[in-house]
């Protein structure tokens, strides 16, 4: 893996993503055959510092750090205070002389990029109010052990252009997957996004639709995909978000507009009867809990690379 940190899929490039998939794979099968890795990890320790709460970030890293043999230390607002008690940069070079990789769940993406500026050792970025490539790599792997390839499939977005969106759309570019966003009229990327992205396709198969149509959007999706209306962040937003996303609820009448069977996914945790029904929830389409686990998976390989730098 060239990259030493993990900040955004825009800056990760595409062999390092693929090493990633290809790890993953080796790993889950060799821990379905041999019931362990063997320690790859042993003697190192992973800090994660969390200014979000999260059950899946934080119960994936752990236990990936785990199964690699390693140890972790937890890390919380309280403690950590990024940017408040101390400056980022003084931050990043105490811990990193403490630990061997450090995963930050942050509020402001400029938090995470100082951090691994100031880091001697391997910085992920576990989430941040700009990106979330660790849930990007875990969706798009989900993709591939359901249909067994990326080209030429179709994801379609419910929702905002948030964190979720941007890093599945940087992801799509580089693995030459078709990209539709659809949501409320001013809800979309910025100019800014769309350059960046621009700069991420590494496979012409990719092409990406934005729009306000739900419907038309999903036409020919093969993925559809969905998120809450109102991240942690924009609370005092709640209300107003779900009077405007109300027609972007994900149900099995609108998941009539997409392909047959097509598979459903959801980052979690999901408000059932907001932007998605019970009845997709439970329903045969839906994909988020093999979602949620390979979140571990994807997350145990980009520890197992980052770790031989």
């Given at each position: 893996?060239?990259?030493?940190?993990?900040?955004?899929?825009?800056?990760?490039?595409?062999?390092?993503?693929?090493?990633?998939?290809?790890?993953?794979?080796?790993?889950?099968?060799?821990?379905?055959?041999?019931?362990?890795?063997?320690?790859?990890?042993?003697?190192?320790?992973?800090?994660?510092?969390?200014?979000?709460?999260?059950?899946?970030?934080?119960?994936?890293?752990?236990?990936?750090?785990?199964q690699l043999?390693?140890?972790?230390?937890?890390?919380?607002?309280?403690?950590?205070?990024?940017?408040?008690?101390?400056?980022?940069?003084?931050?990043?070079?105490?811990?990193?002389?403490?630990?061997?990789?450090?995963?930050?769940?942050?509020?402001?993406?400029?938090?995470?990029?100082?951090?691994?500026?100031?880091?001697?050792?391997?910085?992920?970025?576990?989430?941040?109010?700009?990106?979330?490539?660790?849930?990007?790599?875990?969706?798009?792997?989900?993709?591939?052990?359901r249909y067994?390839?990326?080209?030429?499939?179709?994801?379609?977005?419910?929702?905002?252009?948030?964190?979720?969106?941007?890093?599945?759309?940087?992801?799509?570019?580089?693995?030459?997957?078709?990209?539709?966003?659809?949501?409320?009229?001013?809800?979309?990327?910025?100019?800014?996004?769309?350059?960046?992205?621009?700069?991420?396709?590494?496979?012409?198969?990719?092409?990406?639709?934005?729009?306000?149509?739900?419907?038309?959007?999903?036409?020919?999706?093969?993925?559809?995909?969905?998120?809450?209306?109102?991240?942690?962040?924009?609370?005092?937003?709640?209300?107003?978000?779900?009077?405007?996303?109300?027609?972007?609820q994900v149900?099995?009448?609108?998941?009539?507009?997409?392909?047959?069977?097509?598979?459903?996914?959801?980052?979690?945790?999901?408000?059932?009867?907001?932007?998605?029904?019970?009845?997709?929830?439970?329903?045969?389409?839906?994909?988020?809990?093999?979602?949620?686990?390979?979140?571990?998976?994807?997350?145990?390989?980009?520890?197992?690379?980052?770790?031989?730098?």
């Open positions: 893996m060239k990259s030493k940190h993990f900040v955004s899929i825009a800056t990760t490039p595409l062999e390092d993503v693929l090493e990633i998939f290809d790890t993953t794979e080796r790993q889950k099968r060799t821990l379905a055959t041999d019931g362990l890795l063997g320690p790859i990890a042993y003697g190192k320790t992973l800090g994660m510092l969390f200014e979000k709460p999260s059950l899946r970030t934080r119960v994936s890293f752990e236990v990936a750090m785990t043999g390693g140890r972790s230390i937890f890390l919380g607002q309280n403690e950590v205070q990024l940017g408040g008690r101390e400056a980022m940069c003084d931050f990043g070079r105490v811990l990193s002389r403490y630990v061997d990789i450090i995963m930050a769940r942050v509020f402001k993406h400029h938090h995470v990029e100082e951090l691994a500026a100031n880091s001697r050792v391997p910085v992920i970025n576990g989430l941040s109010d700009y990106s979330h490539p660790c849930q990007a790599l875990a969706d798009l792997w989900t993709v591939k052990e067994g390839k990326w080209e030429g499939l179709k994801m379609t977005f419910v929702g905002d252009g948030n964190n979720v969106a941007r890093s599945l759309g940087f992801l799509c570019a580089r693995l030459g997957m078709k990209f539709a966003l659809a949501g409320p009229s001013g809800y979309g990327f910025d100019d800014a996004y769309l350059k960046t992205l621009d700069t991420c396709v590494d496979n012409s198969n990719f092409s990406l639709e934005v729009g306000s149509d739900p419907k038309k959007l999903l036409k020919g999706a093969d993925v559809v995909y969905t998120d809450v209306w109102a991240s942690m962040g924009q609370e005092a937003e709640k209300e107003a978000r779900k009077k405007v996303f109300l027609p972007y149900n099995n009448a609108l998941l009539k507009s997409a392909k047959p069977g097509a598979l459903v996914l959801h980052c979690l945790p999901a408000h059932r009867g907001e932007e998605i029904a019970d009845a997709v929830m439970d329903g045969p389409q839906a994909g988020m809990y093999d979602q949620a686990e390979n979140r571990l998976h994807t997350e145990r390989a980009l520890i197992t690379l980052l770790l031989k730098k």
